[in-house]
């Protein structure tokens, strides 16, 4: 793989502990995707009111960035797990960003298994090609060495799979 990106959006630091462990080892650009107006992580009101937007499928202006996704190979794309789908931040890359016919690789981190939200993460990205899907149950939590380690073997056996 020439270009490889990591993009993802984390508001707790489980996503961003994966996103940065896959884009270290397999020499990967990466993307932090930022809502102009993010949500207080240390709040307990984050619960509600990201329930409440991954519910009703808000898009949350992002901030601007200087990476562009498309012109990228393979892209690797992390979300946390919000009201049993893919987080807001994410849905609005996704509508900016057309990935029809693109390789991409899929992780989710959730509380629980994260199997609707996965679901759901791949039915919004079905005009493309999935070359794995991961998910995490609250790494940095529970085991985060053996998350990490995870983490990079799924990564680097996508990259072993796209190129035979």
Do not use: H
């Not at 190979?73 to 979300?79: E, N, Q, S, V």
């Not at 996704?94 to 629980?112: D, E, M, P, T």
Request: charged share 25%; aromatic share 12%; proline share 5%.
């Amino acid at each position: 793989m020439s270009k490889m990106l990591v993009v993802y959006y984390s508001l707790t630091g489980n996503t961003k502990f994966i996103a940065e462990a896959i884009a270290e080892a397999i020499n990967a650009d990466i993307l932090e995707l930022k809502p102009v107006k993010e949500l207080d992580a240390e709040s307990g009101m984050k619960y509600f009111w990201g329930g409440f937007q991954a519910t009703m499928k808000k898009k949350p202006k992002l901030k601007e960035f200087e990476i562009n996704p498309l012109d990228y190979d393979l892209i690797f794309l992390g979300t946390p797990v919000w009201a049993w789908t893919f987080s807001p931040p994410i849905r609005s890359f996704l509508k900016k960003y057309n990935l029809s016919g693109k390789n991409i690789a899929l992780w989710v981190c959730a509380g629980g298994d994260g199997i609707k939200s996965m679901n759901r993460f791949k039915e919004a990205l079905k005009d493309t090609n999935i070359n794995g899907e991961i998910r995490f149950k609250e790494p940095k939590q529970n085991a985060p060495e053996n998350a990490k380690e995870k983490a990079i073997a799924w990564a680097k056996d996508i990259i072993q799979k796209i190129k035979n």
